[in-house]
């Protein structure tokens, strides 16, 4: 009997701050990497094709971005990708990332119309989005986040902790690293912070670790009482956040997947699973997950060849085709591997991303993969022949509703204008104009790698413009700021 062949693709995550790439290798472990000191982004796509080459050459891309990314940065970065010899590539919000790989990568339930948060605890931020299941793709619902809870600020509690514990044993070298007076000092503190930071994510593991000194032979030591006393509370402040993110979702929320370096702290997940009653879900590599579910969804569009050896582009728009695509590969153990569920299966969902030439599929009302009309199983694809014709018929036979129904349906449903490009406060003017007043503001502090936009200037709406929504739902704008702050916009 043939075996399926084992299939190669790379998954990449841009972060505000850091990128990280999940390279996946026929049947070899997954292989994660972090990418630092690059400043733009034509340099990390230089890296990511580098990574490709090792593979290669041939290897679909994904790229999980941030979720206030709208169509026209993703279209971009679809661009650039291709300048760089990436080839077409899939894009997707980081959250809808990670919720494929809770689904896909971890073999987990989640029914359509059910919720799921992603608790995203990285080095710099805490943010907490909520997905949603549909029939066909993931959608972002939303999130709240902070700047004041992250790896970074939990390891400078724990300096301040070893300091006062420490300080009689050598007041002289903590003076100097308390405030350091020039480049050598300073070096000396960054490298303590070093090891706070691998003795905290050691203690994951165990109730114990050494903290080495920079200098000298001494060695200090933290348990995981001392680590939990000293960020419990920033955790509360989390767990809090999650709450609350829950309480605003439109749908039943039923499961949490951590994320992020930092998630991997014990007590995040118990205070999660105390004040949600839900399990929360740490994958193997948890820094890596939005990266994993990109590599998955750029598997699973990956083009095939046809017996005429020509290239065909595959869509992966259904549950239904993604699961064909996927589940022969999971018997092989090509997709998931042992570090992220090789032995559940998982079920099928997909990822929408933005078609590289403008117009989508859907949009065009013929998907990609299908030739003289038939949909996916053989359906009667929209806008055939024998489909048109039964729309006419149905048409015709069906009263058109009465009068009064239509205006009792314009009085609770309105149309949503397109706000992004506007200041948050007309966009806000704008909303209340056409009858929604139920507007959340969130901000989104400037990327890494641009582009860059005023104070206050809206980047993404959800919903997008559309007609018929009621004019009770809310509507959620992003705002861009430069600073540390989110800007005040009113």
């Known amino acids: 009997m043939q075996q ?28 994660i990497r972090r990418l630092d000191g690059e400043s733009t982004l034509e340099a990390v796509l230089g890296r990511v094709r580098d990574a490709r080459d090792e593979t290669g050459g041939a290897a679909p891309v994904g790229f999980a971005v ?11 970065l679809v661009y650039l990708a291709g300048e760089a010899g990436l080839g077409e590539v899939e894009t997707m919000a980081a959250p809808e990332a990670a919720a494929i790989c809770y689904v896909k990568g971890l073999g987990r339930e989640l029914d359509p119309g059910a919720g799921l948060v992603v608790v995203d605890l990285g080095a710099r931020s805490f943010d907490a989005s909520v997905v949603v299941r549909g029939e ?15 790896g970074r600020e939990f ?38 912070l070093d090891e706070i930071r691998a003795a905290r994510e050691l203690i994951s593991k165990r109730h114990r670790a050494g903290v080495q000194l920079p200098i000298g032979e001494r060695d200090l030591h933290l348990t995981r009482d001392e680590v939990e006393s000293c960020i419990g509370g920033l955790l509360g402040q989390s767990a809090d956040l999650v709450v609350e993110a829950i309480g605003q979702a439109d749908a039943p929320v039923t499961g949490i997947i951590l994320v992020g370096g930092a998630s991997r702290t014990p007590l995040l997940a118990a205070l999660l699973a105390e004040r949600t009653g839900l399990d929360p879900v740490l994958p193997a590599n948890p820094e890596a997950a939005a990266a994993d579910g990109a590599r998955i969804v750029a598997l699973a569009n990956a083009p095939v ?81 024998q489909t ?93 700021y430069s600073g540390t702050d989110p800007a005040v916009c009113d």
Not at 66 to 76: F, I, L
Not at 158 to 173: I, K, N, Q, V
Request: net charge negative; hydrophobic share 30%; with cysteine.
């Open 305 to 385: 060849v046809e017996a005429d050896g020509r290239p065909r582009r595959r869509t992966a728009r259904r549950l239904g085709v993604l699961a064909a695509v996927l589940l022969p590969l999971v018997a092989a153990g090509a997709v998931f591997g042992n570090q992220l569920g090789a032995d559940e299966q998982p079920e099928a969902s997909v990822s929408k991303s933005p078609e590289p030439s403008g117009t989508s599929a859907a949009e065009s009302g013929t998907p990609e993969d299908e030739e003289g009309g038939t949909g996916v199983g053989g359906q009667e694809a929209p806008g055939s022949p």
């Open 388 to 480: 048109v014709a039964s729309e006419e018929q149905t048409s015709e036979e069906e009263p058109s509703a009465p009068e009064s129904e239509a205006t009792e349906e314009s009085a609770t449903t309105g149309t949503v204008p397109a706000v992004t490009g506007m200041t948050a406060n007309q966009a806000e003017d704008a909303l209340a104009g056409a009858g929604f007043t139920e507007v959340v503001r969130e901000g989104d502090q400037e990327g890494l790698f641009g582009p860059y936009y005023d104070d206050c200037e809206v980047i993404a709406q959800d919903p997008e413009p559309r007609d018929g929504l009621p004019l009770g739902a809310r509507i959620t704008i992003t705002y861009s």
């Open 66 to 76: 941030p979720a206030s990314w709208g169509a026209a940065r993703r279209q971009e």
């Open 155 to 192: 390891d400078q509690l724990l300096f301040a902790y070893l300091s006062g514990r420490y300080r009689d044993t050598d007041p002289e070298f903590w003076d100097k690293v308390d405030a350091p007076a020039n480049a050598d000092e300073e070096a000396v503190r960054t490298a303590l």
């Open 136 to 150: 066909e793709d993931f959608r972002h619902r939303g999130a709240v986040s902070t700047g004041e809870v992250g």
């Open 4 to 31: 399926t062949p084992l299939a190669t693709a790379i998954g990449v995550e841009l972060g505000s701050s850091t990128v990280t790439l999940s390279i996946r290798r026929g049947d070899e472990d997954t292989d």
